[in-house]
């Protein structure tokens, strides 16, 4: 669909970027706010409802709103829905992982985003996305955000942060999601 102007409820910014490239022709405007509800869902679905409905109290337009995270095998799924809450983003993410890791041979994980998108009428439309791979045993590369410098996809060699932004636009957890999302949308 062209011209859909929509709420984003997130305060993330890497992910309003990536998520302004996977849908393209949509304005998506940041809910910059300070009083989000806590994230107390126990699923990445239920996260992002609890963001959307909150946007629904802010205006009557299109309202989206995603929720994400690395779930590691060996940490049973762990940190899931709480990869935001883990650790401060970033290197004290990344370093905590590693040493959760430390000496551990099954590195396997995957990234799962979830959108929910709100129609004016009040419809609710989802998509759902995951990418498998493992943790490497070091960081490497610069892109991207959050896990990607130790995160490296199923059939590759590099990690996220190495095969960079242009990668993940066409193949990351958030762009099958967003696939999915507007497949969804044209059924509608
Ligand atoms: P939330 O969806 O705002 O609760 O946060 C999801 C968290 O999962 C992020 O803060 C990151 O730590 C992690 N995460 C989700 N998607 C990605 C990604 O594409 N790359 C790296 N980390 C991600």
Redesign the pocket.
């Known amino acids: 669909m062209d011209g859909l102007n929509a709420v984003l409820c ?3 910014r ?2 309003a970027r ?1 998520l302004e490239r996977l849908l393209p022709g949509w304005t998506l405007e940041p809910l910059d706010r300070e009083d989000y509800p806590p ?1 107390t869902g126990a699923t ?1 679905y239920e ?2 409802a609890i963001k959307a409905r909150f946007g629904r109290d802010h205006t009557t337009g299109w309202v989206l709103a ?5 779930e590691v095998e060996a940490l049973d799924g762990r ?1 899931g ?1 709480l ?4 650790a401060p ?1 970033g290197a004290p ?1 990344v370093a905590k992982l590693l040493g959760e890791l430390e000496g551990l041979e099954n590195r396997r994980a995957r ?1 799962v ?1 979830e959108l929910v998108l709100l129609t004016p009428e009040g419809r609710e439309l989802r998509g759902t996305g995951t990418l498998e791979g493992r943790i490497a045993h070091a960081a490497l590369g610069s892109e ?5 410098p130790v ?1 490296a996809p199923d059939g590759e060699e590099l990690t ?1 942060a190495e095969l960079g932004n242009g990668w ?1 636009v066409e193949n ?3 762009a099958r999601a967003a696939k999915a999302l507007l497949a969804a949308l044209s059924r509608a």
């Open positions: 997130s305060r993330n890497h992910k990536e994230e990445y996260n992002a995603e929720d994400s995270g690395l940190p829905v990869s935001a809450r883990y983003e993410a990234y985003s991207g955000f959050g896990y990607d995160f996220v993940k990351s957890h958030r």
